[in-house]
């Protein structure tokens, strides 16, 4: 599975990445919202996970985008992040609506349960 | 009387601005966690190759540790937001306390320790089931966590005018008048005294006094002879009313 990995957090990215790849998946490492926008631009991928707190933008920002265009509308995402969805500003029904299919709190979330959650997309 | 007791809690919390170090804290604490515990169990499942027997039982240690800490986070989060999120609703102790009591049944098996507790037919408290969670959670692990290998921690509950108290009783060394007094002094020594005890930073107490008081509850530690007991009261779930505006 080809999938875009977005995190700020190069060790943090890293270690998930890792595991991910062990597990013959493709990963691409974007460390912001503007370098994951600029990515897929240039490349197709099966799924997107995405972290929430990005430099310059956030994760919500990206989702907006992704969505308005059609050729990026129908990949999943899953968020990853240490922000726990209830203390996010925008309420559950949007960010169903944003075509989030999991949220996962990378604090409770190992490698290993990641590549779990991604396995379910394959 | 205890309306007012209820909103001057609340206000103390809200104007609490050592809640925002706290909240700040516990976020910078969260990504050096998650790659504590996420590389901890790559090592463990062996993703980067075989351990040996040494190997693996330090790194089970370096698991259970990230996960304690996950614990600890997640409590001081759960302070912190304590003022804006709480869910009031009927709560069992004595459920919700078997149920916390099952969760540690390999640390009491790995201390031989037997747990004396005999549920009683009580009603229920009027708290966030989640808050009720952390508080127990607190109470049952530092005792298991200090009572002697082979001893005994006593547990008892019982409906006390309007409110249900547990009591928890261990042999871990004492809990000084003095040290309860300072409960508040968030990250002090609040067990310096007592050298069986020595190594608790006070933050498992400050976390049960927090979340009792912000209930309207009552907290109360006693030294006894080689040991300790601590007492929580919670008010009986008919006093609903009292926390409405």
Known sequence: ?122 | MVKQKIKQVIKQHKDDNDLELIAATVHELKSPLTLIHGMSSMLETESYGELNIKQKEQVRHISKASKRLGFLIESLIHIEKLPSSQRLQPVQLQSELQSVIETHEDKIGEKDLTIKYTPKKLPPVLADPSSVYQLLMHIVSSSIKYAPVGSSIDISTKLTGEFVAMRVKDSGGAILPKEASSIRSRFGKHRQPIRSRSDSSGLSLYIIQSIVEFYGGLLSVSSLSGGSSITVKLPISNQLDLFEE
Request: avoid cysteine; hydrophobic fraction near 45%; aromatic fraction near 6%.
């Open chain 1, 1 to 122: 599975m080809r999938i875009l990995f977005v995190e700020d957090d190069v060790e943090i990215g890293t270690m998930y990445a890792t595991q991910l790849v062990m597990e013959e998946n493709d990963v691409v490492h974007a460390r912001s919202a503007q370098e994951a926008l600029d990515i897929l631009d240039e490349y197709e991928f099966d799924l997107i996970v995405l972290d929430i707190l990005l430099p310059g933008s956030n994760g919500i920002a990206v989702l907006q985008e992704l969505r308005s265009y059609r050729d990026w509308r129908q990949i999943p995402v899953i968020v990853l992040s240490n922000v726990n969805p209830e203390d996010l500003e925008v309420s559950e029904q949007h960010l169903k609506d944003l075509g989030i299919r999991e949220y996962l709190v990378k604090m409770d979330t190992t490698p290993q349960n990641l590549a779990a959650a991604v396995a379910a997309f394959a």
